[in-house]
C-alpha cells in the first residue's frame, strides 16, 4: 500500500502562483512514476504532469512552460510549481503514484486550487 498527501492548494489571482507537494509513504519502489493530474468541476481527470524515477517528465500542453514538476525521492516527495496561474487551472489537483511495470497506481485525496480575482 502507498499513501499520498497532497498539500498548498489554495484561492489564487490570475497571474499568481502557488506550488503543490505530495509526500508519499509506504511501500514505494524504485522504479515509479509520480504525477500531477486535475479534474475541473464537471470535467474528466486529465494530466498535468508526470516525472518518472529515471528522470524523464512530461507536460500537458496548456501547462508547459508555466509549470514544473520535481521531486525529491529521498523525502518521497514530488512537486508542482504552478507560475502563470490561469482561471482555467482551478481545478481540484490529485497526485498519483505508480508503479512502472506492475502498473499498480495510487492517487491522493486531491487539493483544490482556484485562480480567481
Do not use: H
Amino acid at each position: 500500500q502507498v499513501q499520498l498527501v497532497e498539500s498548498g492548494g489554495g484561492l489564487v489571482q490570475p497571474g499568481g502562483s502557488l506550488r503543490l507537494s505530495c509526500v508519499a509513504s509506504g511501500n514505494i519502489i524504485n522504479m515509479n512514476s509520480m504525477g500531477w493530474y486535475r479534474q475541473p468541476p464537471g470535467k474528466e481527470r486529465e494530466l498535468v504532469a508526470r516525472s518518472i524515477s529515471t528522470g524523464s517528465t512530461n507536460y500537458a500542453d496548456s501547462v508547459r512552460g508555466r509549470f514544473t514538476i520535481s521531486r525529491d525521492n529521498a523525502k518521497k516527495t514530488v512537486y508542482l510549481q504552478m507560475n502563470s496561474l490561469k482561471p482555467e487551472d482551478s481545478a481540484v489537483y490529485y497526485c498519483k503514484y505508480s508503479e512502472i511495470f506492475s502498473g499498480i497506481y495510487y492517487w491522493g485525496k486531491g487539493t483544490l486550487v482556484t485562480v480567481s480575482s
